[in-house]
C-alpha cells in the first residue's frame, strides 16, 4: 500500500513503537481495526503535514497511543472469543438507560447498589473508558460479547451522551458509601483511577478531548463540546483536581495531572472561541483538532456558532472557575453579549409568532448570524420552514440562553467584582 508522505511518516513511527498484531487475532477478530485506521483521520489533514517537527512530535505520540490502547482491545477481545469458541462477538443492545447518580448515600453501598458497581467494571474496556447507550445497570458483560451496540469498533470508549464520566461518578460514589480502604472500595477504586488515566490519555496535545478515543476518524475525532462532551470532562476533572465529593479518595498524582490536563483544557476553550471581524462569539459543537476551526458533523449538523446547548455549556463551566483570568472574564462577557444579539424576534426564521419563550436557534452562520437549519441532504436552509425529514426529530431551538442571561450571568457577575484576579482554576 502507498501512503502519502504524513500517513507514511506516522505508519513507520507506529510499527516502531508497537508490536504487530497477531495473525490469528486477526482472523478472530476480522473486524479489528489496523493501526493506521486506529491513529483517526488526523494524518490525512493537510494541516498535518505543516506542523513543525516540535508540534508534530506530541500529535504522532497521542496517535500512536491510540493504537496501542485499541490493539490492547483487540487483543483481549480476541482471547475471550478464542476461549468461547466464537468467530465473531455478540453485541448488546442499544440502550437510553441511565446509571442512579442522586440516591442517598447508604443506597449506593447496599446491595443494589454494589451490584451495579459490579456490573460497570465488566463493561469498561481495558484501555479504560466505556461506550455509550448500553445498559450497564442490568447486567454483567459477557465474556467474548463487545463492549458496543455498534458493529465493528464504534464509539469504543467515549465520553458522548455522558459515557465514561457518568460510569467515573457511580463508582467513586459507591467507593464513598462502602470506604475506600474496603475490599470492595479498592477494587472499585481500581476502575476509578483507570477511567481517569483514560481520560487524559485521550486528551490532545492542545488540550482538547475527541468524542471517541481510541480514535475512530471524521468528525469523531474533532474537539467535541456537542452534548456538553468536553464540558463534563474537565468539571469533572477540575472536581479530582480539588478532592470534591466524591473524589476524595483519589490519590495526589492523579489530582495533580488532573489539574494540568483541566488548565490545558480551559487554554483550548478559549482559542476554540470563535471571532468574527474582531469580535468573540460563542463555540461550534465541534471544532476541527489541528486547526481549531469549526466543524461539521452529521449532514444536518453544518460547522457554525451554537446558539444552545454547546455555548450554554461552556459558559457555565467558564462561569464556574473560582478565581477566573481576565482572558475567561473577556471570553465570558463576549459569548453573553453575542446570545443577546443573537435572540430569535417573534416570527424570524420561520419559527412561530406565537412562541411564549425567550428562543435562539440551534445553528447560527458563521459570519451573517444568520439562524442556520439543514436536513438530511446537507444544504444550508434559513428558515425553519424548509425542513422536512428532520424537521421533529431534532432540537432546532431552545430557550437554554435565557437562564444563562436573566440568572446565572448577574449572580457570576456580583460573585467577581472586586474578587482578585486569578489564573482560570
Known amino acids: 500500500m502507498k501512503f502519502p508522505p504524513p500517513a507514511a511518516l506516522l505508519f513507520s513511527i507506529l510499527t516502531l513503537l508497537l508490536p504487530p498484531l497477531s495473525v490469528r487475532a486477526a482472523e478472530e477478530v476480522r473486524f479489528q481495526a489496523e493501526p493506521p485506521a486506529a491513529a483517526g483521520d488526523l494524518w490525512r489533514d493537510p494541516a498535518f503535514a505543516t506542523l513543525p517537527p516540535a508540534v508534530r512530535g ?67 474496556l481495558p484501555s479504560g473508558g466505556w461506550c455509550k447507550n448500553t445498559d450497564m445497570a442490568s447486567r454483567k458483560r459477557r465474556s ?7 458493529e465493528s469498533w464504534g464509539y469504543l470508549g467515549t465520553i458522548d451522551n455522558h459515557a465514561t464520566v457518568s460510569q467515573i461518578n457511580y463508582l467513586s460514589k459507591v467507593i464513598t458509601a462502602v470506604g475506600p480502604g474496603t475490599r470492595d472500595g479498592m477494587r472499585y477504586r481500581r476502575g476509578v483511577e483507570r477511567g481517569l488515566r483514560y481520560l487524559l490519555a485521550a486528551q490532545m496535545p492542545n488540550g482538547g478531548w475527541p468524542q471517541v478515543y481510541p480514535l475512530q476518524g471524521r468528525y469523531h475525532d474533532c474537539i467535541t463540546f456537542n452534548d456538553n462532551a468536553m464540558t463534563k470532562v474537565v468539571t469533572q476533572l477540575r472536581q479530582v483536581a480539588w478532592g470534591k465529593l466524591p473524589y476524595q479518595f483519589i490519590g495526589g498524582d492523579l489530582r495533580r495531572q488532573a489539574r494540568a490536563a483541566v488548565n490545558r483544557g480551559i487554554v483550548c476553550i478559549l482559542n476554540c472561541q470563535i471571532v468574527v471581524n474582531g469580535q468573540r462569539t460563542g463555540w461550534c459543537a465541534q471544532h476541527n483538532a489541528l486547526t481549531l476551526t469549526p466543524a461539521s458533523a452529521r449532514a444536518f449538523e453544518p460547522a457554525s456558532i451554537s446558539g444552545s446547548g454547546e455555548t450554554v455549556g461552556i459558559l457555565r463551566f467558564l462561569m464556574s472557575l473560582e478565581q477566573p483570568s481576565d482572558a475567561v472574564c473577556h471570553s465570558i462577557e463576549s459569548a453573553v453579549a453575542w446570545l443577546r444579539r443573537s435572540q430569535l424576534k417573534p416570527g424570524q426564521a420561520g419559527v412561530a409568532e406565537s412562541r411564549a419563550k425567550p428562543t435562539w436557534a440551534r445553528f447560527y452562520e458563521i459570519g451573517s448570524n444568520k439562524p442556520l437549519f439543514s436536513d438530511t441532504d446537507g444544504k444550508k436552509r434559513y428558515t425553519f420552514r424548509k425542513v422536512k425529514k428532520k424537521r421533529t426529530s431534532y432540537q432546532w431551538f431552545s430557550n437554554n440562553p435565557a437562564k444563562i442571561l436573566d440568572s446565572d450571568y448577574p449572580k457570576w457577575r456580583s460573585r467577581i467584582a472586586g474578587a482578585p484576579p486569578g489564573t482560570g482554576g
Do not use: C, F, N
Request: glycine share 6%; charged share 30%; aromatic share 10%.
Open 144 to 150: 467474548g460479547e463487545s463492549w458496543s451496540p455498534w
Open 58 to 124: 506530541p500529535w504522532e505520540a497521542w496517535m500512536a497511543r491510540s493504537v496501542a490502547l485499541r490493539e490492547m482491545d483487540a487483543k483481549v477481545l480476541a482471547a475471550e472469543l478464542r476461549k468461547t469458541g466464537r468467530k465473531e462477538p455478540q453485541h448488546p443492545k442499544k440502550s437510553t438507560a441511565s446509571l442512579p447518580e442522586d440516591k442517598p448515600e447508604d443506597w449506593y453501598a447496599g446491595t443494589q447498589g454494589r451490584e451495579i458497581a459490579d456490573s460497570l467494571l465488566t463493561w469498561q
